[in-house]
Structure formats: structure tokens, C-alpha cells
Nanobody, 114 residues
Framework: QVHLVESGGGLVQPGGSLRLSCAAS????????MGWYRQAPGKQRELVAT???????NYADSVKGRFTISRDDVENTLYLSMNSLKPEDTAVYYC????????WGQGTQVTVSS
């Protein structure tokens, strides 16, 4: 099992930037992929971006060109750099790691508002 702790959320104005972090511990070597998901009030949780162990990245169409997923394998940390933020990006952002089971972090709130 992998333990995940997100940080970096907050309140930002439209057009602003944030970087989310997800610190991973536990069965790190068994991770096949990691990703960021988000859930807005009244909506289902949705994929934002994923990266496989081989480095293949995938993004939701709504964030392509604005968000970048990256990882630091030395620090065992996953990042999500978010630029040109829009009010519709407001949500709780969750980190996910896939091994033989799926692990989730507790989430971090991102609010985009003027």
C-alpha cells in the first residue's frame, strides 16, 4: 500500500498559478502509475492528469496546455503545476497511486475566484 499526502492548494485569482505536491511513502517500488483527480461540489471525481512508471503522461482535454504533471523519483513526490487557472478548476484535488491496489490521498482544496 502507498500512503499519499497532498499539499499546495489554496485560493488563487483567475489567471493565476499553483503547484500541488503529493508525497508518497510505503510500497513506492510497486507503483505502476500516479495521477491527479479532482472533484467539484455536486460532480463526480474526474481525471486531471496521470503519469505511468515509464513516464507516459495523459491529460484531460480541459487542462491540456495549462497543467503539467511531473514527478521527483528521488523525493518520491508527484507534482501538478497549474497555470492560467479558471473558476471551473475549483475543486478538491486528489492524488492517486496504482499498485496492486489503488491508494488515494486526503485531497487539497483549490479555489479559483476573484
Amino acid at each position: 500500500q502507498v500512503h499519499l499526502v497532498e499539499s499546495g492548494g489554496g485560493l488563487v485569482q483567475p489567471g493565476g498559478s499553483l503547484r500541488l505536491s503529493c508525497a508518497a511513502s510505503g510500497s513506492i517500488r510497486s507503483i505502476t502509475s500516479m495521477g491527479w483527480y479532482r472533484q467539484a461540489p455536486g460532480k463526480q471525481r474526474e481525471l486531471v492528469a496521470t503519469v505511468t512508471a515509464a513516464g507516459s503522461r495523459n491529460y484531460a482535454d480541459s487542462v491540456k496546455g495549462r497543467f503539467t504533471i511531473s514527478r521527483d523519483d528521488v523525493e518520491n513526490t508527484l507534482y501538478l503545476s497549474m497555470n492560467s487557472l479558471k473558476p471551473e478548476d475549483t475543486a478538491v484535488y486528489y492524488c492517486r497511486a496504482d499498485t496492486w491496489i489503488t491508494s488515494w490521498g486526503q485531497g487539497t482544496q483549490v479555489t479559483v475566484s476573484s
